[in-house]
């Protein structure tokens, strides 16, 4: 099994572990889902679910680091400060909309989040939006608006959360990009996760409930699940190109709808199919023309030299 798996490509490595990353993070969802709600015992503050989140996956890390003794180098904690707190509000309004709607669109619309980056990415990082770009951006923001199912009485509430959770998020990946420039991967994931783990201890100190034999294993799992999920992205990111493995992160999607069908008996309807479609159409379209982007620089860079 272990050579089967050494004969294969970087590319190949680096999907699988995605897919894996993937089943990781749906897992992640569904288990707040289930500490939301009464699945486990009266539910929790989506507050001490992100805390539970942080704490666990602090202390999986500070093992790691404990063990392997990386090297810290100059950190630039602004952006790491300004970074962890809008992962941190991101987390904790996804955790607050999947305890609400179904698991398959809370994370369909948590893959507006490229589109959000790509919007910041003009004024803060000079980048050039082109019209695929633009039209990646306008199916998605269309599907997300089916998700949100308006209607002459109301919007959900709880996917505007999930909205403005993709939107902090996308905030998010603009403080990544500048950080990723110095700074190794662990490191990131490191003081990230440092910085979360005291934001949310402080927040869930106001809601705190004693939880339940059950929940406490819920919260632990996790902490860990989210320390693997990244984990695993982190090491994808170093054997393939970015445009080449985020199509495969969209599987997140197929887990998040199964996990939820087997624990919850949730169907997703054909709002929440045709949503889907028109996010990960335009998710997919603005990958593949950021791949596109890559490709003719790296060709125009080549014919130079």
Wanted: hydrophobic share 60%; with cysteine.
């Amino acid at each position: 099994m272990l050579a089967s798996i050494k004969l294969l490509s970087d590319n190949t490595k680096a999907a699988l572990l995605i897919v894996i990353a993937t089943s990781f993070v749906a897992g992640t969802m569904i288990l707040a889902k289930s500490l939301g709600t009464d699945r486990l015992g009266a539910g929790l503050h989506p507050l001490q679910i992100s805390a539970g989140r942080f704490t666990f996956a602090w202390l999986a890390l500070i093992t790691v680091f404990a063990i392997r003794r990386p090297p810290i180098h100059s950190p630039n904690l602004k952006l790491h400060i300004s970074r962890s707190v809008l992962g941190w509000g991101g987390v904790t309004l996804m955790f607050a909309a999947a305890a609400l709607i179904p698991l398959s669109d809370a994370t369909a619309i948590s893959f507006l989040n490229p589109v959000f980056a790509m919007v910041l990415a003009i004024p803060f990082l000079g980048e050039k939006v082109g019209r695929y770009r633009w039209l990646a951006a306008v199916m998605a923001l269309i599907g997300a608006l089916v998700l949100l199912r308006p209607s002459a009485g109301s919007i959900q509430l709880a996917g505007l959360l999930a909205l403005a959770a993709a939107a902090l998020m996308g905030a998010e990946l603009i403080v990544m990009k500048i950080i990723t420039r110095k700074e190794s991967g662990f490191q990131i994931l490191l003081l990230n996760n440092s910085i979360g783990l005291c934001i949310s201890l402080t927040a869930a100190a106001f809601v705190w409930q004693a939880p339940t034999t059950l929940q406490w294993y819920a919260l632990i799992a996790l902490g860990l699940l989210m320390a693997c999920a990244q984990t695993c992205y982190i090491t994808a990111m170093r054997m393939a190109d970015a445009s080449y493995i985020a199509p495969f992160s969209y599987m997140t999607l197929v887990f998040a709808a199964f996990y939820d069908f087997a624990i919850f008996a949730q169907i997703p309807d054909r709002f929440s199919v045709l949503g889907a479609v028109l996010i990960l159409s335009g998710a997919i379209l603005l990958a593949w023309r950021e791949s596109v982007q890559k490709s003719r620089k790296f060709n125009s860079m080549t014919k130079r030299a």
